[in-house]
């Protein structure tokens, strides 16, 4: 496996333990990602590599912004998009943002299935603020990272 799949599991792994956790992720997280990212590209292809990078970073970022902007998506998502970018360059985020999309979707519907079958059960009383923000969220760091993963499948 190459250092880009390498920096991409580590990045993925951390993110969702993360959102999983926290329904937040840290800011260290992307900037890892675009760390890495930036390395990566530089080490394969020098300065043009930088440009690769810096395209995909603006297209990781911009993909995510409008869903961020209408309150459907945090900013740690729309982050981590962006330090994807930067390793996977915009040809190849783009698939993976199309693969995000497919797995966010089925994530959704799952949620939302496994929610309406728990919901005459927790008849136990009235959520916390905390507990009603968090039944509402759905961690999306998950279908980010598994979107990202599938796109460095190689094809053929």
Do not use: C
Not at 86 to 97: H, I, K, Q, S
Not at 114 to 119: E, M, T, V
Not at 137 to 156: M, N
Request: overall charge positive.
């Amino acid at each position: 496996m190459s250092m880009q799949v390498w920096i991409a599991i580590a990045v993925g792994l951390a993110a969702v333990i993360d959102d999983i956790a926290r329904r937040h992720i840290a800011n260290w997280i992307p900037a890892a990602a675009l760390a890495g990212g930036f390395g990566w590209q530089i080490g394969r292809g020098g300065w043009p590599g930088a440009l690769t990078a810096l395209a995909g970073t603006a297209v990781g970022f911009a993909v995510f912004l409008i869903f961020y902007l209408l309150g459907g998506m945090g900013g740690g998502d729309v982050k981590l998009m962006a330090g994807f970018g930067a390793l996977l360059g915009a040809g190849r985020l783009l698939e993976a943002a199309l693969w995000t999309a497919g797995i966010g979707g089925i994530m959704a519907l799952a949620v939302l299935g496994w929610r309406a079958l728990r919901r005459p059960a927790m008849a136990s009383g009235p959520l916390s603020a905390e507990e009603r923000e968090r039944e509402a969220s759905i961690p999306y760091a998950p279908a980010i990272a598994l979107g990202v993963w599938l796109s460095l499948v190689p094809k053929g």
